[in-house]
């Protein structure tokens, strides 16, 4: 319970620090690749913790297998979007990667909950 509650704020602070830097980098033109994409892997590391744990419980088994797919389907947009529709459309991946970002953090939200609330029905 503890690495789900522990990846659960590992989610939640990474991610909100990776929006902001992200939209930093959007809206601001400033130059935070790096942390950005750091503070990204992060988020996805823990969401695969998340979901490692969640496939080894039988009623979120398939939560876990989702958040498996998307824990590699993170990565793979985000550093792969600078070369994902290069003209004036850009914008679409951007806002995609903004989705699917926002995605994560809510499909982690949705395991750790139910995480602790099976927990708590075991020790009642």
């Keep these: ?15 909100v620090t990776a929006l902001v830097l992200g939209l930093l980098m959007w809206i601001a033109n400033l130059s ?19 979901s490692a744990l969640a496939v ?4 979120l088994r398939v ?3 989702i958040g498996l797919v998307y824990s590699g389907i993170l990565p ?3 550093l ?5 529709l ?6 679409v991946i951007q806002v995609l990667h903004l989705l699917v970002g926002i995605g994560a953090m809510a ?8 995480y602790q609330r099976l927990q708590k029905a075991q020790t009642s």
């Design 1 to 15: 319970m503890r690495t789900m509650t522990i990846s659960d704020w590992v989610v939640r602070l990474a991610g």
């Design 86 to 91: 290069t003209s004036n459309l850009h914008w």
């Design 56 to 59: 080894s419980t039988n009623e």
């Design 32 to 50: 935070l690749n790096t942390v950005h994409i750091l503070v990204g892997l992060i988020v996805t590391f823990a969401l695969l913790a998340m």
């Design 107 to 114: 499909l982690a939200g949705i395991i750790g909950a139910r």
């Design 63 to 65: 939560l876990g297998i």
């Design 76 to 78: 793979l947009l985000g």
């Design 80 to 84: 792969t979007q600078e070369n994902l």
